[in-house]
């Protein structure tokens, strides 16, 4: 069974603080890892990562992939209230259709 | 904009009543998914749906049937909805072939079931 675990499940820092946040997954077939942010709504795409070792950057955010380990991390540097959401790990793998399995999230909360 | 359209945001329905939650998306998309989000669970994939009148399993298909009969809609049906069934639900849609690509999500129906 196609398995995907993050950590930790919820976090609380304040404004300026750097977080580091953790998924590991089992998965048959694995084509790629997705990050994802949710607010109060849809959740909205922030990386995919399909090869080891090469990091994705947007702003203040970054996240890198160990296909070896199999794992991942999402980083944000200087965290902003804005940053406070659940962040959703998924992995892409299994039949042909390349369904993706979720992490349970990790909810962030920054305060001012 | 490209878009998934869920009817409700909102909807409260009593135990043992029928309930037909409705996604559309307008980007002519093949692959469509409905989750369910639960604290402490992430997203379970319920069913989902390869192309038209096609239809999957996901990992907790009991209690919920689908349907498809077009291409920009798919259907999630609680035959006979129960409190354990309140949760929010996610619609999702992607091009098919593109396996490894993420969904477009819709912005989620929260169901009570009282």
């Known amino acids: 069974e196609d398995k995907v675990v993050q950590s930790p499940l919820s976090l609380v820092v304040h404004e300026g603080d750097t977080v580091t946040l953790n998924c590991s997954y089992e998965?048959?077939?694995?084509?790629?890892l997705l990050w994802y942010k949710q607010e109060k709504k849809a959740p909205t795409f922030l990386f995919m990562l399909?090869?080891?070792?090469i990091e994705k950057k947007s702003g203040r955010l970054s996240s890198i992939l160990d296909k070896k380990e199999l794992f991942s991390i999402l980083n944000i540097t200087a965290t902003q209230t804005g940053d406070s959401a659940i962040y959703l790990c998924a992995v892409s793998g299994g039949t042909s259709y390349g369904k993706l399995t979720f992490g349970q999230g990790t909810i962030l909360t920054v305060h001012p | 904009d490209v878009k998934v359209t869920q009817s409700s945001r909102y909807l409260v329905k009593r135990t043992g009543e029928k309930v037909f939650l409705e996604c559309v998306q307008d980007m002519d998309h093949e692959n469509m998914f409905w989750y369910r989000q639960d604290p402490g669970l992430g997203l379970r994939l319920i069913y989902f749906?390869?192309?038209?009148?096609?239809?999957e399993k996901g990992d907790i298909p009991e209690g919920y049937s689908v349907s498809r009969e077009k291409k920009e809609r798919f259907s999630l049906i609680l035959e006979s909805a129960s409190t354990n069934q309140t949760s929010m639900y996610l619609c999702a849609s992607r091009q098919g072939g593109r396996t490894y690509y993420g969904y477009t999500f819709g912005s989620g129906t929260r169901l009570t079931v009282v």
């Open positions: 399909t090869s080891s070792g």
């Open positions: 749906s390869y192309d038209v009148k096609m239809k």
């Open positions: 998965v048959t077939n694995f084509r790629s």
